[in-house]
Nanobody
Framework: QVRLVESGGGLVQAGGSLRLSCAAS????????LAWFRQAPGKEREFVAA????????HYADSVKGRFTISRDNAKNTMYLQMNSLKPEDTAVYYC????????????WGQGTQVTVSS
């Protein structure tokens, strides 16, 4: 059983920054890739960024490329999402998820953390 817990969300003005964290437990952290997703009110959940087991490979949605940075610290069993130059359209609940067995298959999810960007 894997447990993922997000933190770091909050209210920030447009142009500001936040850093989200995703703390994992229950499995060997360095053996799986992870990703961030988000869901805005009335919209479907969308992919934000992903990172490989070692952290050597990352991938971003076009909407956040150049503004967000995903990283992980395998010694701390924690993944991060540094969000800079935030825009009102970044407002959403942000979730972390574990990718398992094959690319695009996410089997464990956190409970989410709210990010609100005011204009």
């Amino acid at each position: 059983q894997v447990r993922l817990v997000e933190s770091g969300g909050g209210l920030v003005q447009a142009g500001g920054s936040l850093r989200l964290s995703c703390a994992a437990s229950g499995s060997t952290f360095s053996t799986y890739s992870l990703a961030w997703f988000r869901q805005a009110p009335g919209k479907e959940r969308e992919f934000v960024a992903a990172i490989s087991q070692s952290g050597g490979s990352t991938h971003y949605a076009d909407s956040v490329k150049g503004r967000f940075t995903i990283s992980r610290d395998n010694a701390k069993n924690t993944m991060y999402l540094q969000m800079n130059s935030l825009k009102p359209e970044d407002t959403a609940v942000y979730y972390c998820a574990r990718e398992w067995v094959r690319p695009g298959n996410y089997d464990y999810w956190g409970q989410g953390t709210q990010v609100t960007v005011s204009s």
